[in-house]
């Protein structure tokens, strides 16, 4: 096609522009031909779920005792093993003792002469007190007779009170449990030179037991459907027939930030034998129940690092890409706790090739309701 009076440029412009036109209307109209791309949907509906919430933990005492020697020294010998059961008053381990039994001997002959002294000042002031009745002596005599009764008596009091201070210091090197339970740990061997206080042995006490679980932070928050005795069950990791009722007595308030849990202790209404101490068991409690939305797991999508899914308007049939709050996962499902109205249509298939704002023929899909 020829056409005069035009200059080359724009005869070149105007056939590139009728090329471009040429080849668009093919591509429109096999387009209006296809129509709207069809895609699964489900109808959202709203349900109640109680989730069970499942932890593994270890059973404990509820209290424990760590053990140490009052005084220093060098640990001579040990009675227990860990694993022990102990009664209260055994003695567990004990310490090298000759300084403190050298002391003792010291202070019992200091003792005996103390004594010793107070018979004949005690002898001495009755004789004067007699002879002073009778005008056979002196005040002054009978002045420092009573005198010398009276320091004997003092020096007595002093001896015995040095005599149960080496005493008490000799008792102090043996180590004796507070009360019956089993040895869980060893902290000192014999030979070794331990500081006063230092833990050689830690006692589990017999009594109560508790089973205690490092909990996930986002489970705290929630509450037990049963808020009464016995809420939660514990159930033995090696025996599942073996099992006990408990409810929360301790809710530790840091967060352990390397794991993202809180230590969470659970105290058993009765134990039964066969769960033992530092037994590993499973602790299950069901939460309260909360509304939700559950979907197939095809219907997941992102918006960046945020969960969503296409809605699709029921009037304009376009699909917007919609933010939601995961609930929790499972098998082929994602359970939605917010997000989501009910009614609303959600694409369940075919959400890859959407764009938004683009309309679609939603066809209904496996599960829709």
Known sequence: MVIHGVPPAARRA???????????????AQEGALGPRAVETVEAARSEQAPVVALTGELAARVQSDLGFRIQGRIAERSVEVGDRVVAGQVLARLENSQQLAEVASQQAGLAAAEATL??????????????????????SFDGARQAYESARSSLSGAKAALQTAEDALSFTDLKADADGIVTARGAEVGQVVAVAQSVFTVAQDGPRDAIFDVPESVIAQSPQDKG???????????????????????????????????????????????RLGAPVIGRARMMPRPVVVLPWQAFFSRGTTPAVWVVDRATRAVSLRPIQVDSYRTGEIVVGGGIEPGELVVSAGAQFLRQGEVVAPVAGRGSR
């Open 119 to 140: 018979k004949n000042a005690s002898a001495t002031f009755d004789r004067q007190k007699a002879l002073l009745a009778q005008g056979f002596t002196t005040q002054s």
């Open 229 to 275: 005795a016995g809420d939660i069950e514990i159930v033995l990791v090696s025996d599942r027939s073996v099992t006990a009722r408990g409810r929360v007595r301790e809710i530790s308030p840091a967060i352990d930030l390397a794991k993202g849990t809180v230590r969470v202790k659970v105290s058993l209404e009765a134990t039964p034998p066969a769960m």
């Open 14 to 28: 105007s056939v590139l522009a009728f090329a471009l036109i040429a080849a668009a209307a093919p591509l429109a």
